[in-house]
């Protein structure tokens, strides 16, 4: 998914809504890419994209 927080959370928020998924995984540093590089992407879901799905979809498992 590539967007700004809001249009992740919408995304996602659309995904689980429809199919009824509400756990993700993700593949948290792509081939090719160095762990470093990954670190303010992973901070930015965290702290900006998680949230609002917990709320909106219940807290973390």
């Known amino acids: 998914m590539v967007g700004n ?3 992740c ?3 996602l928020s659309v995904f689980v809504s ?5 756990d993700l995984v993700s593949w948290a540093v792509p ?3 160095r762990p470093e590089r990954m670190v303010p992407s992973q901070e930015r879901f965290v702290c900006d994209v998680a949230p609002p799905l917990w709320t909106r ?3 973390p498992a």
């Not at 429809?18 to 509400?22: H, N, Q, T, V």
């Open 57 to 59: 979809f219940g807290g």
């Open 18 to 22: 429809e199919f009824g998924i509400p």
């Open 5 to 7: 927080a809001e249009e």
């Open 9 to 11: 959370v919408e995304q």
């Open 31 to 33: 081939l090719g890419l």
